[in-house]
């Protein structure tokens, strides 16, 4: 089964020139919009008024990864946006079932997020409720850091619960993805990555994003 989606995260794009950052990827299946409010996570990047005009100028769809506290007050509000997807921390929601058919009323696809020492077993009798599971390879804050190998048996435990329900659920991994570590991911089941040093880090991010292509060996 072909599987492969990449995400590029513009987290490591030119913030001067974010519309052409976009086009530079536009052979990839989304961009990856990495959200975060020096709460959740140790650092600040964009919110809510440069994703929707990502939105309207984007030539591929939005992933909005929201690295942010109190989830369920925030992030409706990126749903209404139009993006394709909005995903937040089971770890900063307290309904997080509200907030999945919230995001699912307003059209977008919902998905939960963990960080690296998060269980994903607690969710998994909302699975029906969710279009992705992100598990997150390093700790959520910043890019260019090294994918964590301990996230691997959680893949694995995610992949096989989604098979076994049947759910059409994707299965996101985030940080530290490169051509020397993606294969990791997908074998343990993974079928979207997120990269972002390892795309616009590259000379030509259109190459970089086909050679991580090839090296899902999906
Ligand atoms: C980290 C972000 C990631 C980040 C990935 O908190 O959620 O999306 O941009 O960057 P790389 O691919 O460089 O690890
Ligand atoms: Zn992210």
Redesign the pocket.
């Known amino acids: 089964m072909a599987r492969c989606c990449i995400h590029p995260?513009i987290?490591?794009a030119d913030f001067a020139n974010l519309q052409s950052e976009l086009h530079r990827i536009r052979t990839a299946d989304a961009v990856?919009v990495?959200v975060?409010d020096n709460h959740f996570?140790p650092?600040l990047s964009i919110g809510l008024p440069v994703v929707r005009r990502l939105q309207e100028v984007s030539p591929i769809p939005l992933d909005a990864?929201l690295?942010i506290a109190d989830a369920d007050r925030w992030a409706p509000a990126y749903a209404d946006s139009g993006v394709a997807s909005v995903t937040f921390h089971a770890e900063a929601s307290v309904a997080p079932v509200k907030l999945a058919r919230d995001l699912r009323e307003r059209g977008a696809k919902a998905g939960l997020a963990l960080r690296p020492g998060s269980a994903v077993e607690p969710f998994l009798d909302m699975l029906e409720e969710l279009d992705m599971i992100l598990i997150?390879t390093?700790?959520?804050?910043?890019?260019?850091?090294e994918f964590l190998d301990l996230t691997l048996p959680k893949i694995r435990r995610a992949r096989a619960a989604i098979d076994a329900s049947g759910l059409d659920v994707k299965l996101q991994v985030?940080?530290?993805?490169?051509e020397e570590t993606i294969w990791r991911a997908a074998d343990a089941g993974a079928d979207v990555f997120?990269?972002?040093?390892?795309?616009y880090?590259a000379a030509d991010p259109a190459d970089a994003i086909s050679r991580l292509r090839t090296a899902t060996g999906q």
């Open positions: 995260s987290l490591s990856h990495d975060m996570v650092n990864h690295m997150m390093v700790e959520p804050g910043f890019g260019g850091q985030d940080g530290g993805i490169t997120v990269a972002g040093s390892a795309v880090g």
